[in-house]
């Protein structure tokens, strides 16, 4: 069964510090892995969105990583900010014949709570 | 607009009764997908249009839900006899087509609470 899976579920930094946000998928075939964070009582808003052959991308102090062999990718915030507290999802997508997106898979989402 | 619209932003209904739930997709986008998100969980796959067409619509959890986007651009979900278990977010997103990296671009989602 295709899965996404987060960890942690939960995570409390201080503003400033840096920190990790981790994912593991079964999804397969895969066509691309994405990051979205999510706001309270918002919808996701796209972060990053990586292809097979690509092993990292960045968007501002949002880094994202992802090992393809291993099935794994790893979201990084660098100098975290208040704002950056949400939930923080990643998403993978099935590859349907022909190069379309086909069907995305979120994961449960990590809750980032940034504390002054 | 400049993004993906979605009307209410909160319904709250009794048990048995019919709710729709509209969504305006951002101007040009061919592609349309509906989610459903319950609390502390990751939005959850219910349908996406491909123009008017349903391209998949294996994500209904049953045949009380049912969605339609008659002229390729607005779309609505439609739930008849809501049931307790139907309360959730409701998300609707939009992308210029289904094929390649196409980003969606999410609503804000309608709170759906059935008493």
């Known amino acids: 069964k295709n899965q996404v899976e987060q960890s942690p579920q939960s995570l409390i930094i201080l503003e400033g510090k840096n920190c990790t946000l981790q994912c593991n998928y079964t999804v397969s075939p895969f066509s691309n892995l994405r990051w979205y964070k999510q706001d309270t009582g918002r919808g996701p808003v796209s972060l990053t969105i990586?292809?097979?052959?690509?092993n990292t991308k960045s968007n501002g102090r949002y880094t994202a990583t992802l090992d393809a062999d291993t099935k794994q990718s790893s979201l990084h915030i660098t100098a975290s900010q208040l704002s950056d507290s949400a939930s923080y999802i990643c998403v993978v997508s099935e590859e349907f014949g022909g190069g379309s997106q086909g069907n995305l898979i979120f994961g449960k989402g990590t809750k980032l709570s940034v504390k002054p | 607009g400049a993004g993906v619209s979605q009307t209410p932003s909160n319904k709250v209904t009794e048990k048995g009764k019919y709710v729709e739930l509209r969504c305006d997709p951002i101007?040009?986008?061919?592609?349309l997908y509906w989610y459903r998100q319950s609390l502390g969980q990751g939005p959850e796959f219910l349908i996406y249009f491909q123009g008017t067409g349903a391209a998949d619509d294996s994500g209904l959890p049953n045949d009380r839900f049912f969605a339609v986007r008659p002229e390729g651009s607005v779309s609505t979900l439609k739930i008849q006899r809501t049931e307790r278990g139907d309360s959730a977010v409701y998300l609707c997103?939009?992308?210029?087509?289904?094929?390649?990296?196409?980003?969606?671009?999410f609503g804000p989602g309608t709170r759906l609470t059935v008493l």
């Open positions: 101007s040009g986008h061919t592609a």
């Open positions: 990586m292809t097979f052959s690509e």
């Open positions: 997103a939009s992308s210029f087509s289904l094929a390649g990296l196409n980003e969606q671009f």
